[in-house]
């Protein structure tokens, strides 16, 4: 909160939280309020002697009208009390973040004036970036590992060998974290760090909102990924089946709908709990969304389709009445979004990234689909939930860092027509001294160590039909770092551009950098084999 006066020089004091009004005119006497972001009329004494001459013995009184002064009103300054809210937002949120920065060996000067001025950047070190970082990493790591010797054990199965297109869902569904829970976790993370869910009320509001929206979401891009799916195997083969069709469209929108709401419930627990241990949910969430949707999604996928390929044969009916059931409840979670204004805005405007990334990850599946059959290319089945999982989480850290840092240190009246932001560039990305670049350096460094551990553990399990050669190896981590260095400098990019035309990152970034992760990690893991091959590396001995 801001105290204006007619004539006055304003000194802030940040070490107590108070702001100390010095009056020019002669024998005005000093006060003090605490910035609350409360609103009160500030009533002077009428003489000198009235005043405390301590200034901790200063008060603000609460008053419902203003008494009627106007004989005096030559003899002193008028005061008027502004609620400056915009920017209380963001210094909660920096406020929030910056308790856990302990680590930080960068010391905050408290004596500057910090009125009308966005607050300081984030006081993170790489350390801290990387500790909150790292276990998260891992755990999602693992799950995309456990997913990737899922779908090498699946791939054999009878839908996957007679409804080849099943794999054309595979990353599209897969996706979906990306699309919707990743979404959701920098969302309430977002709302987490800015004050937004601090009131039980607030919080169960947010809640309800944000999961009917993400089942609605589900819903419709489950239906699309089936659609897509059957005309990109229609196309190249010009054969077309509706029992297929049928079979499709039910367990996509089905996994979809189920997947969705467990890690929906699982992303807010964890968000929940991370706030109350002292922990950034932005370091914490998404990779954990993404440690368990793709094992989730997988495991839901083979079993639904299974079961329904099975129905195909006595009954008729089973697969339209599952797709059938899945859309009659869309109506009820669009009321209970619409109750919700943040999801409301989403629900209206937030379409067009989940589709387009939806269309993305779809063809990343139709490359999938034309590789797992072919024995130049054994082992993509098990290794592409890894690296696409890995490339993605990384990704939507950062793009979760980047909007949350938007988000605090926004101007209060922003522009209407903003200059246009430059292009960053690779090395600013990489190597400025920002907090953002920071915590770029450190996931990219996270990426080689990380996939060692992960090839190590699917070899030791003997998954997948490749022996671990260094040459392999060596193509792999290559075709993995390209990946994250790609995805890092779009996120940057991306962002940032996002932001100056009005449009929340949380909503719109994460769904197109995720879907990018897909087709880049399966076309250069694709890539990789194809050249493996070509120089004579042909080993198809594990895990036949």
């Given amino acids: 909160m801001v105290l204006w006066s007619k004539d006055q020089d304003k000194l802030s004091d940040m070490s107590t939280g108070t702001e100390r009004i010095e009056m020019k005119k002669e024998g005005a006497p000093p006060a003090f309020h605490h910035s609350n972001g409360s609103v009160h009329p500030v009533i002077l004494p ?3 002697e009235e005043v405390p001459q301590t200034p901790g013995e200063y008060e603000l ?21 502004l609620d400056c809210r915009a920017n209380a937002k963001g210094q909660r949120e920096e406020d929030a973040l910056l308790e856990n920065a302990s680590q930080s060996n960068e010391s905050d000067d408290t004596s500057t004036d910090q009125s009308l ?3 300081a950047p984030l006081k993170e070190t790489s350390f801290s970036i990387g500790l909150q970082v790292l276990f998260p990493f891992l755990l999602a790591g693992f799950g995309t590992v456990a997913a990737g010797m899922v779908l090498d054990i699946v791939q054999h199965w009878t839908v996957f060998t007679e409804v080849t297109e099943v794999f054309i869902l595979v990353p599209a569904l897969l996706g979906l974290k990306g699309n919707l829970e990743m979404t959701l976790a920098s969302r309430l993370s977002t709302a987490a760090n800015i004050g937004q869910m601090d009131t039980a009320k607030d919080m169960w509001k947010m809640i309800m909102g944000n999961l009917a929206l993400i089942q609605v979401q589900a819903t419709v891009v489950g239906f699309l990924a089936s659609i897509a799916a059957v005309i990109f195997g229609w196309i190249p083969e010009g054969n077309f089946k509706m029992g297929h069709a049928v079979l499709l469209c039910a367990s996509s929108v089905a996994t979809a709908f189920i997947a969705s709401l467990l890690l929906g419930l699982i992303m807010i627990g964890v968000i929940i709990a991370s706030r109350k241990v002292g922990i950034n949910p932005d370091n914490v969430a998404t990779p954990i969304a993404a440690s368990l949707g793709d094992l989730i999604t997988l495991a839901l996928l083979a079993g639904i389709s299974t079961g329904l390929y099975k129905e195909l044969e006595y009954n008729d009916y089973a697969n339209p009445m599952v797709c059938a059931f899945f859309v009659a409840l869309t109506p009820i979670w669009v009321l209970i979004a619409r109750r919700t204004p943040s999801t409301r805005e989403v629900l209206y405007s937030g379409w067009e990234p989940v589709i387009i990334a939806m269309a993305i990850s779809s063809v990343g599946g139709l490359i999938l689909d034309k590789t797992v059959s072919n024995p130049n290319f054994a082992g993509m089945a098990v290794f592409t939930p890894v690296i696409n999982g890995v490339g993605g989480n990384l990704v939507a850290v950062q793009a979760s860092r980047i909007s949350t840092y938007l988000h605090m240190n926004a101007l209060p009246i922003a522009e209407p027509n903003p200059a246009p932001r430059k292009c960053p560039t690779p090395w600013s990305t990489f190597f400025g001294s920002g907090v953002n670049s920071r915590s770029a350096r450190v996931l990219f460094l996270l990426v080689a160590p990380g996939h060692l551990v992960f090839l190590y553990t699917i070899n030791s399990m003997q998954g997948g039909h490749t022996t671990l050669t260094s040459v392999f190896v060596a193509f792999y ?3 993995a770092l390209l990946q994250v260095v790609i995805l890092l400098y779009l996120a940057d990019w991306m ?9 929340d990152p949380d909503n719109f970034s994460i769904p197109y950098l995720t879907a990018l992760g897909d087709l880049l990690g399966t076309g250069f893991l694709a890539l990789c084999f194809h050249v493996l091959w070509l120089i004579g590396d042909r080993d198809t001995d594990v895990g036949d």
Avoid: C, F, K
């Fill in 495 to 503: 962002v940032n551009w996002m932001w100056h035309r009005g449009m």
């Fill in 46 to 48: 009428d003489s000198p």
């Fill in 477 to 479: 981590l290559a075709a």
């Fill in 61 to 81: 009184t609460e008053v419902t009208s203003i008494p009627d002064r106007s004989d005096q009103e030559n003899e002193r300054p008028d005061m008027v009390v």
């Fill in 117 to 119: 001025v966005p607050p």
